[in-house]
Structures are given as structure tokens and as C-alpha cells.
Nanobody, 122 residues
Framework: VQLQASGGGLVQAGGSLRLSCAAS??????MGWFRQAPGKEREFVAS????????NYADSVKGRFTISRDNAKNTVYLQMNSLKPEDTAVYYC??????????????????WGQGTLVTVSS
């Protein structure tokens, strides 16, 4: 079982990035993205249900980020637009084994990817 996150990088404020998280080894239920900035605790970013029909977002990213998934490819995406310096963080994808719904709590996830660094310059 593996979650492989990719797509991070350096971008100027106002720019865009798309993160991907490819899951292998089994089919997952709900999936999510979290982030951890230097010196701060890990925080919720976005979550999507197994069907893709339900999503939820942290207030700080609503209207700028979009989570989606392609179940045929077992991959979840995070499209990040209008990036701000405060979005700088290591972004982690997470997966739920048994539950198909969304969750904004890190305790709701059973498996985590290795993280990908997003740096937004001002």
C-alpha cells in the first residue's frame, strides 16, 4: 500500500500548481490533503468522498483550491490557484481504508503519503 504525492515546487504568489497523489495496493475510500508549514501543526486542506460527489475545504483555501479524483487511475488531485505565501508548506495526501465519506480530521485517515513541498514566493 503506497500513496505517492507529486507536483510540488516553487511558484510566485498568484500562480497555480496541481498536486497529484497516486494510490497503489488497494482501493481507498475518502481521501484528503493536509499541509504543515514550518513551525506549525499539520492542518486540513481538503477532502473528497470515494465517489467524488462530496468535498469539503478549509476556509483558508475555499474558492482557490479544488480537490478531485480519478478512480480509474486511483489518483486524487489538488488544483491550487491564486497561491499566497501563506500556502507555503509540505502537502500530504491521506486515505481512508473503510470509510467512503470526507473527513477534516487527521484521525479519520489510515494511510499517509510522504509529502510534497510547495513554496510560494512573494
Amino acid at each position: 500500500v503506497q500513496l505517492q504525492a507529486s507536483g510540488g515546487g516553487l511558484v510566485q504568489a498568484g500562480g497555480s500548481l496541481r498536486l497529484s497523489c497516486a494510490a497503489s495496493g488497494r482501493t481507498f475510500g475518502g481521501m484528503g490533503w493536509f499541509r504543515q508549514a514550518p513551525g506549525k501543526e499539520r492542518e486540513f486542506v481538503a477532502s473528497i468522498s470515494q465517489s467524488g460527489g462530496s468535498t469539503n475545504y478549509a476556509d483558508s483555501v475555499k474558492g482557490r483550491f479544488t480537490i478531485s479524483r480519478d478512480n480509474a487511475k486511483n489518483t486524487v488531485y489538488l488544483q491550487m490557484n491564486s497561491l499566497k505565501p501563506e500556502d507555503t508548506a509540505v502537502y500530504y495526501c491521506a486515505a481512508r481504508f473503510y470509510y467512503s465519506g470526507t473527513s477534516s480530521s487527521s484521525d479519520g485517515y489510515d494511510y499517509w503519503g510522504q509529502g510534497t513541498l510547495v513554496t510560494v514566493s512573494s
